[in-house]
DNA sequence: ATGGCTTGAGTGTCAAGA
């Protein structure tokens, strides 16, 4: 079983991409992020022809998280329970024997702002959900955008972004609180190359230079990471004309 | 120099992303 993650920053944009990108990497499950449109908007046709059926958890102009399969997805899920937001960062679904929860965290603009302290409560929030959901869903894979560069060699230039947004200690430990409940980052179970990210900033030719970080991951519970066979950054979608700023990542796990 | 692109909203120009 092949699943994926991947903020496409405007799905109306991108949906060239995603489905070219369908055909070529076949997933079995793609966690979106940045659908940045309502259910009016999405383009559930053009993915049905693909092989895909889609839910989505939609938000006009900003946010908006959806899953494709290519099984039917059951026990469909949306937003934190028990956590007031208008924004819509969470779509949850099982496809198959695992337990997607789809994720695109908070950005938190800069640390000490509303909106940081809004990204830290938000993450509490998720790590209480999880604290709950694991015993239900011994298969569980968190998947997103996490807007968390989880230690420094996911950083292009960690002197730069020390203590930074994205970077910052209380982050970091929130990234932890994930890992001590359990749940292991699939791209560090393997070897990996140095300087490997998933996010370049569209200026300053960021991604012909590598100035990256990475903050889209594939978390997996105990029993799922004792199936995950390869976890990698797919770079490829990147370098097309007009692509989003993040890569997708996918984790091949064995049936 | 706090910018540099890209998107969505809406039709001039700004918020937000990371």
């Avoid at 039917?72 to 208008?86: K, R, T």
């Avoid at 789809?102 to 938000?122: F, I």
Wanted: one cysteine or more.
């Amino acid at each position: 079983m092949k699943i994926a993650t991947w903020n496409v920053n405007s799905l109306k944009v991108r949906l060239p991409h995603v489905l070219e990108w369908l055909a070529d990497v076949q997933p079995d499950a793609l966690c979106l992020q940045e659908t940045k449109t309502e259910d009016k908007g999405f383009p559930f046709a053009a993915l049905e022809a693909a092989g895909y059926r889609a839910l989505h958890n939609g938000q006009k102009t900003y946010n908006g998280v959806a899953i494709l399969a290519r099984s039917e997805p059951v026990e469909v899920m949306c937003d934190l329970p028990g956590f007031e937001d208008p924004q819509k960062r969470i779509i949850a679904a099982t496809v198959g024997d695992v337990r997607l929860v789809c994720a695109y965290m908070p950005n938190g603009q800069a640390v000490g702002s509303d909106k940081y302290e809004y990204k830290l409560k938000w993450l509490a929030a998720l790590a209480a959900w999880l604290k709950e959901e694991l015993p239900r869903h011994p298969r569980l894979a968190l998947l997103g955008d996490f807007n968390i560069a989880p230690e420094d060699r996911d950083v292009h230039d960690p002197a730069a972004w020390q203590g930074q947004i994205l970077c910052s200690e209380p982050e970091r430990d929130a990234f932890r609180r994930f890992v001590d409940l359990g749940l292991a980052d699939a791209f560090r179970l393997f070897e990996q190359p140095e300087k490997s990210f998933s996010w370049w900033d569209y200026r300053m030719m960021a991604f012909r230079r590598n100035i990256g970080l990475r903050i889209d991951h594939i978390l997996l519970s105990p029993e799922l990471a004792g199936r995950c066979r390869t976890c990698s950054i797919d770079k490829a979608p990147r370098k097309l004309e007009r692509p989003s700023d993040h890569a997708p990542v996918i984790a091949e796990l064995t049936d």
